[in-house]
């Protein structure tokens, strides 16, 4: 059975840091990509960084350039959500998800109706 499971969420000042984890379990690992979305109240679901599991290609949207880093433990089967310089902005659930990909393909998809499993969401709120 697949399971996500995301950890790390909280309420910090502006300015503040988190580190958001997601725990994979059920799958191939290296097989798939992982995406990072939020969705605060009353907006859509955006995607906010991906990875692909086997050659690390990334993908992230621009409100969190050089503020936001990804990373994938492939020996924990766990992916890293590292979030600086938070902005009341930022103020979402965050939620992972996985996606097959195919192998070398370096590129992970960015629209949430690419992917197939989700975790249950983790509460992010960043206070001005």
């Known amino acids: 059975e697949v399971e996500l499971v995301e950890s790390g969420g909280g309420s910090v000042r502006s300015g503040g840091s988190l580190r958001l984890s997601c725990a994979a379990s059920g799958f191939t690992f290296d097989d798939y990509a992982i995406g990072w979305f939020r969705q605060a109240p009353g907006k859509d679901r955006e995607g906010v960084f991906c990875?692909?599991?086997?050659?690390?290609?990334?993908t992230y949207a621009d409100s969190v350039k050089e503020r936001f880093t990804i990373s994938s433990d492939n020996a924990k089967n766990t992916v890293y959500l590292q979030m600086n310089s938070l902005k009341p902005e930022d103020t979402a659930v965050y939620y992972c998800?996985?996606?097959?990909?195919?192998?070398?393909?370096?590129?992970?998809?960015?629209?949430?109706?690419?992917?197939?499993?989700w975790g249950q969401g983790t509460q992010v709120t960043v206070s001005s």
């Open positions: 990875i692909v599991n086997s050659d690390g290609g990334t």
């Open positions: 998800a996985a996606t097959m990909v195919a192998a070398g393909t370096g590129r992970c998809p960015f629209h949430h109706l690419s992917y197939d499993y």
